[in-house]
């Protein structure tokens, strides 16, 4: 059976790159001032094939049916295409001489559903760009190019969560991550514990207005206080009073604490512990950070009600999904249960 590429292109790929999406299980925002975050590789993600052409650069998305020419000295187009040209335009800048190319895009990840796939189509474009032309480079190197297209090419000011999560985290594993110093370990899951990632049905609807806002208000508290949001403690941000900088900066402290309560519970297989950590940060962000919505509320409180440990928001928020934690051995019948209360939900991954 040919190959998406060899189909496309009439030649069989040179390289074969597969890039998870991810879903935070905890550690929502805090990657704003650098801190913890404790993210997991989906199963689901995207394919890149590639092969060296003979003069044009082209890329064939099967999610879109599009085949586009691309030129490595364009600029940001507002297109899909962006997110590959900003990576190779990035890899270029590092020294790596890149020849014209063809790549073939295959997807099995939700466009929009907060599981970072513009992430992982950047890191597998540079992985099967680097794999065309027999180059070596770190996982943490690749992330930290993927990061650059997006905030410099693409013009999304996004922290390194998810390019570090994609790059340098392994099936099976949550990846305990520091966003300042990009130090980090590959936790194991238990075999009995599921993370469910399920839509609420309501489309991500969060404008840069509303981010941008949450970005200014912690640094506001920063300036208030002198100090990193890494760097203080609850009662610190108590002084702040009843104000929105307050409350932005109560879910920042609060939400490291909850991270580090998160990373000793899996470590010692202790789920209550862990799914109280992600209930608190769901209170967190739908009361401190204002980033929740009733829809999901509403699939939070059924996965409960319906027997996960936890659950909460995952991603920005104002839409888009949930994570909980399941016993392995429940997940059909919890899921008919929170499919029952919440019919206009659907599976990301189970």
Known sequence: MSSLHETIFGSKPDASCFAPGRVNLIGEYTDLV??????????????????????????????????????????????????????????AATGVDLPPMSFSIESNLPPGAGVSSSAALEVAVIRAALAVVDV????????RLAQRAENEFCGVQCGIMDQMAIAAGTPGNALALNCDTLIFKNIP?????????????????????????????????????GASLKKVTLDDVASLGATIVGARARHIVGEHVRVAAAVTAIEHMDRNAFGMAMNESHASLAADFEVSTPELDALVTAARDAGAYGARLTGAGFGGCIVTLLDSDDVGRWAKEVSAKCPQSWAVQL
């Open 189 to 225: 899951i238990p075999d009995d514990w599921t993370f469910a990632v399920i839509h609420c049905g309501q489309e991500r609807q969060l404008s840069d207005g509303a981010y941008n806002e949450r970005r200014e208000a912690v640094r506001a508290a920063e300036a208030e206080l």
């Open 136 to 143: 070596s480079m770190a996982d943490e190197r690749i992330a």
């Open 34 to 91: 650098g801190g913890s975050v404790l993210p997991m590789p989906l199963t689901k993600g995207i394919t890149v094939e590639a092969a060296k052409a003979s003069s044009i650069t082209m890329v064939h998305s099967s999610l879109r049916g599009e085949t586009e020419v691309i030129d490595l000295s364009d600029e940001a187009k507002g297109q899909w295409t962006d997110y590959v040209v900003g990576p190779l335009q990035m890899l």
